[in-house]
């Protein structure tokens, strides 16, 4: 019997020494289920977080999207723009050349008649010959002279515009 005993004490130590094992592996398997369970809730939450973070890329994609329409939009009408303002400038160039006052046209002339005599002395040579006694009376000054062009892409000499300074006649005593 004392070897049933001592059989008896033995178990008895190896089983208290197995359920000793036995509850610290439960312990660590409740903790490892805590953990896991703590590890489950963040990941949730990661998961709802980059969900809503790929939802606000989206919108700041469209919303990227829509600003580069609006400034291609705006570019194109900048573009346009300076196209009609040049077109305008244009427009006004020419109304301008054909509103200038002139008093006097001389029409159908030759360059290389303008070349050799010169604005100037071409208009008071017209003068002198047609109109002798005006000539003698007035001292005619010429305030501007310029040519027209014939095209406006072509800067040919066509008509002489001739524009004299407004003076008054004073009469002799």
């Known amino acids: 019997m004392e070897k049933y005993n001592e059989i008896q004490d033995d178990t008895e130590k190896e089983f208290r020494i197995l359920s000793d094992k036995f509850h610290k592996e439960i312990k660590i398997i409740e903790k490892n289920q805590a953990e896991i369970l703590e590890l489950k809730n963040a990941t949730d939450i990661l998961k709802n977080a980059s969900g809503l973070l790929i939802a606000e890329l989206i919108k700041k994609k469209k919303e990227l999207v829509s600003l580069k329409a609006d400034h291609l939009k705006i570019h194109s009408q900048r573009r346009q723009k300076k196209k009609r303002i040049k077109k305008n400038e244009a427009c006004l160039l020419g109304l301008e050349n054909s509103l200038?006052?002139?008093?006097?046209?001389?029409?159908?002339?030759?360059?290389?008649?303008?070349?050799?005599?010169?604005?100037?002395?071409?208009?008071?040579?017209?003068?002198?010959?047609?109109?002798?006694?005006?000539?003698?009376?007035?001292?005619?000054?010429v305030q501007e002279g310029y040519k027209t062009p014939f095209d406006p892409k072509k800067i040919t000499s066509r008509h002489l515009r001739i524009k004299l300074p407004k003076s008054r006649i004073k009469k002799g005593s």
């Open 100 to 141: 200038k006052r002139t008093n006097l046209r001389v029409v159908g002339l030759k360059e290389e008649v303008e070349k050799e005599e010169g604005i100037e002395s071409l208009f008071k040579g017209i003068i002198s010959k047609n109109f002798p006694n005006l000539e003698k009376d007035i001292n005619i000054q």
